[in-house]
């Protein structure tokens, strides 16, 4: 069974700081993506990882995945208020028949 | 260029109704989803679909079925609904393997 554990599900942080919200998976993965939700709204995609050792960035956000360690950490850089949001990565996996789950959600607060 | 389409936005149902939730993309996309959203619980696979005329379980398929007669159409029905089918359903859509999915705006349905 493919599953996606996302920690902490709640992050409080200050504007200014820095910090790191994890994603790991429990098998092979093809690929790997981080969405963005707003409340009451739909989904935006952040990024899409799909080999070992790959890192994006945008703006205040930087992406890696880690498949050997079945690991992708979403990094914060010196917050601010607009990065407020709940922030889900999801897996997708050919083993699994195409299925792409999603982990739990980090609600981000971020405080001014 | 509308995306993903999902209606109806809003619905209220008594328990034991049946219904059906519509999505609809105009990106010739062969992959298509439908998750439910909890809170705390994030995205929850039904069902989904790796093309016209198939369907697969997801995580969380009892009480719901879906058709995917026109590639552009996946259908989420319930056939009696009860309270704890209510919830945020959102529909996603992708070419297939490596790229991102795009998502519909949701449908929010209560069951009382």
């Known amino acids: 069974e493919l599953k996606v554990e996302q920690n902490p599900l709640f992050l409080s942080m200050q504007e200014g700081k820095n910090y790191t919200i994890y994603c790991n998976y429990s098998?092979?993965?093809?690929?790997l993506y981080w969405y963005r939700q707003d409340p009451g709204k739909s989904l935006e995609s952040l990024f899409v990882?799909?080999?070992?050792?790959a890192v994006k960035q945008e703006g205040r956000l930087m992406a890696s995945l880690d498949t050997k360690a079945r690991l992708s950490t979403l990094h914060i850089t010196a917050a601010v208020h607009d990065l407020s949001a709940t922030y889900f990565c999801?897996?997708?996996?050919?083993?699994?028949?195409?299925?792409?789950?999603f982990g739990a959600g980090t609600i981000l607060r971020v405080k001014s | 260029n509308a995306g993903v389409t999902q209606t109806p936005k809003f619905r209220v149902l008594k328990t034991g109704q049946s219904m059906t939730l519509l999505c609809a993309q105009d990106m010739n996309h062969e992959y298509m989803y439908w998750y439910r959203q909890d809170p705390g619980m994030g995205l929850r696979l039904i069902h989904y679909s790796v093309g016209e005329g198939t369907t697969a379980k997801g995580e969380v398929p009892d009480g719901y079925n879906v058709s995917r007669l026109k590639k552009q159409n996946f259908l989420l029905g319930l056939e009696s609904a009860a309270p704890s089918q209510t919830s945020v359903y959102f529909c996603?859509?992708?070419?297939?393997?490596?790229?991102?999915?795009?998502f519909g705006q949701g449908t929010r349905l209560t069951v009382v």
């Open positions: 999801a897996v997708g996996s050919m083993e699994y028949g195409n299925k792409l789950v």
């Open positions: 996603a859509s992708t070419p297939g393997w490596g790229t991102e999915a795009f």
């Open positions: 098998t092979t993965s093809d690929r």
């Open positions: 990882l799909l080999s070992n050792g």
